[in-house]
């Protein structure tokens, strides 16, 4: 009796299609309405500051070199107080895959993923973005580390000062 047996499948199958036709539909309007999203969704890149709003990134290039892609370009900077930070910062979203291998690199925890859903763009240079456009004010996940407090550079006595360490050496004056 093979054919009683697809006809009890075939109405089966059209049971569960009306029970589900006088449903109401679970509809969300997009851009005015979101779902909530996972905690671990990697939505887009973020460049966030210390505890003591100051920038976290100390230009180190972990995340340039860790990109699969090659989208991450950035100049390192030195300021009056013997921090690095990058001068410049730029991503190209239209090369990114945002598969967070550059979050994952970065020790000072500088870059990371949003929850927010990236904004698409007409034009391809509109997706390219500067450290302007990527520094946020907040802390990130997490909101109490401070990588120079951890690190201890500058933070308790000037480079050089401590018993087991020597004077940094000027570069200029290796020079010939």
């Not at 500051?49 to 699969?68: H, N």
């Not at 090369?95 to 990371?112: F, H, S, V, Y």
Request: proline share 9%; hydrophobic share 35%.
């Amino acid at each position: 009796m093979p054919i009683l047996t697809d006809i009890k499948e075939i109405l089966t199958g059209l049971s569960i299609t009306f029970s589900h036709i006088w449903r109401k539909p679970v509809t969300v309007q997009f851009p005015e309405e979101q779902r909530p999203m996972p905690p671990r969704f990697r939505g887009s890149i973020v460049l966030t500051r210390d505890p003591d709003g100051a920038e976290r990134c100390v230009a180190c290039y972990l995340c340039s070199g860790a990109c699969p892609v090659d989208c991450i370009s950035m100049a390192a900077a030195e300021g009056e107080n013997g921090r690095r930070y990058a001068a410049w910062f730029r991503i190209n979203f239209s090369r990114c895959i945002l598969c967070g291998m550059c979050a994952e690199a970065c020790p000072t925890l500088a870059i990371q993923m949003s929850p927010e859903m990236f904004r698409c763009k007409r034009q391809v240079m509109d997706m390219v973005y500067e450290k302007e456009d990527l520094l946020i004010d907040g802390t990130g996940k997490d909101p109490e580390y401070n990588y120079y407090r951890h690190a201890g550079i500058g933070v308790v006595q000037p480079r050089g000062s401590s018993p087991s360490e020597q004077e940094p050496a000027d570069p200029r004056s290796l020079l010939p």
